[in-house]
């Protein structure tokens, strides 16, 4: 029996002017609107995958600056049933620049800056509940320094 472990994911909340970076994406469950976010990729850190999914997602170029908050959240999807659990890493990141000629991941419709109340206003969109809970933690404050994570990615030998 294979071991049960969930999935490690990332999320960028970037802010510049009082707006917030979306994406508009295509999913399983249709169109829905995420903070830039996705899977850990073998032989990267937390921060790498965050800058990477950012850039992939948006064009833009950040810098994690804190830890907004590490959530568990389980989710069952309504058209197969399948049970799914993301252990997701959010992340405070400064936006450093556009890198305009990029081409972004096939499912991204388009990169949006939204208000706080616009982000609200569109929560039936959200792609999980997260979505909304990772902002309203950065708006609460919640800034823990990047020191909160260690990273190990050689190979260790266990004894």
């Avoid at 064009?59 to 049933?81: E, I, K, M, S």
């Avoid at 556009?98 to 609200?120: K, N, S, Y």
Wanted: hydrophobic share 40%; charged share 25%.
């Amino acid at each position: 029996m294979t071991p049960w472990k969930p999935g490690a994911t990332v999320a960028a909340v970037v802010e510049r002017e009082g707006r917030f970076l979306f994406v508009r994406e295509r999913t399983r469950q249709g169109i829905r609107v995420n903070q830039p976010a996705g899977h850990l990729e073998p032989g990267e850190s937390l921060e790498q995958a965050v800058v990477r999914e950012t850039l992939e997602e948006t064009g833009w170029r950040v810098a994690p600056r804190a830890v907004v908050g590490v959530y568990l959240a389980r989710f069952t999807w309504p058209d197969d049933g399948t049970d799914v659990t993301y252990l997701r890493f959010a992340f405070v990141c400064e936006p450093l620049g556009l890198d305009a000629g990029r081409a972004l991941d096939p499912e991204i419709i388009e990169p949006v800056w939204l208000t706080p109340q616009e982000a609200r206003a569109c929560v039936h969109e959200h792609r999980s509940r997260l979505v909304l809970e990772t902002l309203d933690s950065y708006l609460a404050g919640h800034a823990h320094p990047l020191t909160l994570l260690h990273t190990e990615l050689h190979d260790v030998r266990v004894r």
